[in-house]
């Protein structure tokens, strides 16, 4: 089965509910999709939703690093054998695009086979619950729209967090005394936390119930995190301190801070690395979340695919398609009170949705 055919296109996006983090507001998302066709009939599907601060890339360099594989090296190959993966982590240079090729060879690979990529991996998890995020915000329309949630399902909650210290606290406190124990909350704050903020938070962790705060500081603040407690070092995740499996071997071997990692496909290059980086975090006794960027069902799909055959998986936060005002794509996954499972369909189960 060789690849015989390679669409690549853009798609400007905009969100039903534009947010705020740490590092500022979002109210659109730009993608770049792939179609790789085989000479058997058979076609799989990719996505690039880069965010340079992350990845180090625009969509329009990644939209230019899919082209080029599109018109010179991919055509040909057999899509069923390493050196096509191989191929597309080596020659693309943005970890989005990898991520976008890497995803339309594995859903090929899977499709071929008749079989949900997730059983192809080999499957150790059942359905699992996401978080859905609220981003930064008054009170007031914090508690508004954790209420929403709730009334959809949800009960994993991630609050956007790091501007304001102050205001932090108290939306956190402020959940978790209206809704008690029937939320799991967590804490994000995108690198905007100083010294003195962190300690107040982590003083705060036993009270507020936090499960999760997710990268606190900007890498390089490893050492201060490394003097909180034991018990705030162990909800501690990585995001922004570790793309991939080499950077978690060298901070482990400086001394690793985070009881967590967050794996994103747009992040470390697609499927097969963060099945390497999750092999790494089972080595070194870390747990896994699953994240994303704002994405189509396409990412969203292959995030929970890879994340039920790997058992170092304990978290998801797989939202990044929920508010998106149209998708280029359906299917993927199923969500019935905020649990993601997977759908009966070969490969990524999704299919483009008219235009």
Same mark, same amino acid.
């Not at 899509?79 to 970890?95: D, M, N, Y």
């Not at 210290?165 to 402020?174: C, F, G, I, S, V």
């Not at 482990?252 to 985070?258: E, I």
């Given at each position: 089965m060789r690849v015989a055919a390679v669409d690549v296109w853009a798609e400007d996006v905009p969100l039903s509910r534009p947010y705020t983090i740490a590092r500022g507001s979002t109210d659109a998302v730009e993608m770049a999709f792939v179609a790789m066709r085989t000479d058997t009939g058979t076609t799989g599907h990719g996505m690039a939703?880069?965010?340079? *601060?992350?990845?180090? #890339?625009?969509?329009?360099?990644? %939209?230019? *690093? %899919?082209? =080029?594989?599109a018109g010179s090296w991919l055509v040909g190959l057999?899509?069923?054998?390493?050196? =096509?993966? #191989?191929?597309?982590?080596?020659?693309? $240079?943005?970890?989005?695009?990898?991520?976008?090729l890497d995803m339309a060879l594995l859903d090929l690979r899977a499709r071929s086979a008749g079989m949900a990529l997730s059983d192809w991996f080999g499957r150790v998890h059942g359905p699992m619950p996401t978080s859905v995020t609220i981003g930064?915000?008054?009170?007031a329309e914090t508690l508004a729209e954790a209420s929403e949630y709730l009334g959809r399902g949800f009960r994993v909650l991630k609050v956007k967090?790091?501007?304001?210290?102050? %205001?932090?606290? #108290? $939306?956190?406190?402020?959940? $978790? *005394?209206?809704?008690?124990a029937g939320i799991v909350l967590r804490a994000d704050a995108n690198q905007g936390?100083? #010294?003195?903020?962190?300690?107040?938070?982590?003083?705060?962790?036993?009270?507020?119930?936090? *499960?999760?705060?997710?990268?606190?500081m900007a890498p390089g603040n490893e050492p201060f995190l490394r003097s909180l407690p034991q018990a705030v070092q162990r909800i501690l995740c990585a995001d922004e301190s570790?793309?991939? =499996?080499?950077?978690?071997? $060298?901070?482990?071997? %400086?001394?690793?801070?985070?009881g967590i990692v967050n794996i994103k496909l747009q992040k470390c290059g697609g499927p097969t690395p963060g099945i390497e980086l999750a092999r790494a975090c089972e080595r070194h006794g870390l747990a896994v979340m699953w994240g994303c960027n704002d994405e189509s069902v396409v990412g969203i799909a292959a995030a929970l695919h890879t994340a039920l055959a790997c058992r170092a998986t304990r978290y998801l936060d797989l939202d990044g398609s929920l508010d998106l005002a149209r998708d280029p794509f359906a299917g993927g996954f199923a969500l019935h009170d905020g649990i993601l499972s997977t759908l009966p369909r070969p490969g990524l189960g999704v299919v483009p949705t008219p235009p």
């Open positions: 939703s880069p965010a340079t *601060e992350v990845t180090g #890339e625009t969509r329009d360099e990644s %939209l230019a *690093e %899919l082209r =080029a594989a057999d899509a069923t054998g390493p050196a =096509a993966l #191989e191929l597309a982590q080596q020659r693309c $240079r943005g970890p989005a695009a990898r991520a976008a930064c915000k008054p009170v967090v790091g501007i304001d210290p102050d %205001l932090d606290l #108290e $939306r956190l406190a402020r959940l $978790r *005394e209206v809704h008690g936390y100083d #010294e003195r903020a962190m300690r107040r938070l982590a003083d705060a962790v036993p009270r507020l119930g936090l *499960e999760m705060v997710e990268q606190p570790v793309h991939d =499996a080499h950077d978690l071997d $060298r901070l482990a071997a %400086l001394g690793c801070p985070y």
